[in-house]
C-alpha cells in the first residue's frame, strides 16, 4: 500500500478479509491480526496521506459501511466481541450510547468499576422520589449525597439505574 495517499475502501476490505476467521456459531469476523491488550484488533490505514492506526471494527465500517473515518462517532458491537469485524454486528452512536449498550448488557459489574459503587437502590428511589415532589435542583441532590450532578440527572433521566 503507498503511503502517499488515502485507503480506499476497497483496499482497506481486502486488507481485512485477509485477516479473518469466521466463527461459524456466531457468525462473527474474527481479526487475526495485531490486538491491542484490550483485545480490539488494530491495522495501519493511511489517512489523509498519514499511516495511523484504527480499530479493526472502525476500519470494517468504512470499507463496508462508507462510515466516515474521521467521524467522532463511535462504531458499536451488537455481539460485544471485541476483534468482531462483520459489518452486520457494527452500528454507530456516541458515547452515551455506547454507555447506554454497555449497562442494558449487563457488560459492566460493580466489580469492574473503577470506583466503588456509592448508591444503592433506596438511594436511587429516593433521589428520583425527591426530585418529582419538586423544590430541589438535580445539583442540590448530587451535593447533598456527594455524587456528580451529571450522574443525578442520568439517574432521574432512568438512563443508568434503569432497572429500578
Request: glycine share 6%.
Amino acid at each position: 500500500m503507498s503511503m502517499t495517499k488515502n485507503c480506499t475502501p476497497e483496499s482497506v476490505s481486502r486488507r481485512l478479509i485477509n485477516y479473518r476467521a469466521i466463527d461459524p456459531s456466531t457468525g462473527c469476523w474474527l481479526w487475526t491480526g495485531a490486538t491491542m491488550k484490550n483485545g480490539y484488533g488494530v491495522m495501519v490505514m493511511c489517512v489523509n496521506g498519514k499511516a495511523t492506526n484504527r480499530l479493526v471494527h472502525r476500519a470494517s465500517a468504512f470499507a463496508f459501511k462508507r462510515f466516515d473515518i474521521l467521524s467522532p462517532l463511535q462504531i458499536l458491537h451488537k455481539c460485544d466481541v471485541r476483534n468482531c469485524f462483520n459489518p452486520d454486528h457494527l452500528f454507530e452512536g456516541d458515547q452515551l450510547d455506547n454507555v447506554r449498550d454497555m449497562w442494558a448488557k449487563g457488560r459492566r459489574t460493580n466489580a469492574q468499576q473503577r470506583f466503588p459503587q456509592k448508591l444503592t437502590v433506596d438511594d436511587v428511589i429516593r433521589i428520583r422520589s425527591i426530585y418529582s415532589a419538586g423544590g430541589c435542583t438535580t445539583r442540590s441532590i448530587a451535593n447533598e449525597l456527594g455524587l456528580g450532578k451529571s450522574t443525578v440527572s442520568a439517574i432521574i433521566r432512568r438512563e443508568i439505574w434503569s432497572h429500578v
